[in-house]
């Protein structure tokens, strides 16, 4: 299995909607982290562009591309584009899993 660093680009004006469904998404995310495919995720800060970073342990980046789809972020339409690259852990904690 390899990691995989996928990117959300929050959809224009839904700051609100984000608001209200953020209990599910987390709900979800911490699902696929008990199953040990989330490693880590949360959004960018308050100065960037709103998003998220996701970091999945997957086989591809479709397999990773695919745990995205039931999020309820994704549902609702609040993720307006998603991307997915591997990711080579080189130093620190995670680094030491693969």
Not at 6 to 20: C, G, I, K, L, W
Not at 39 to 68: I, K, N, V, Y
């Amino acid at each position: 299995m390899a990691v995989y660093a996928v990117t959300y680009t929050y959809a224009e004006n839904s700051t609100e909607a984000r608001d209200q469904h953020r209990p599910a998404h987390r709900a979800y995310l911490d699902e696929l982290s008990q199953q040990d495919v989330n490693l880590c995720s949360g959004p960018f800060g308050p100065d960037d562009a709103p998003g998220a970073l996701l970091l999945f342990r997957a086989d591809s980046a479709q397999e990773a591309l695919t745990h995205t789809e039931p999020d309820p972020f994704r549902i609702e339409g609040l993720v307006a584009d998603v991307s997915v690259r591997e990711w080579i852990p080189v130093l620190g904690p995670l680094a030491k899993e693969f």
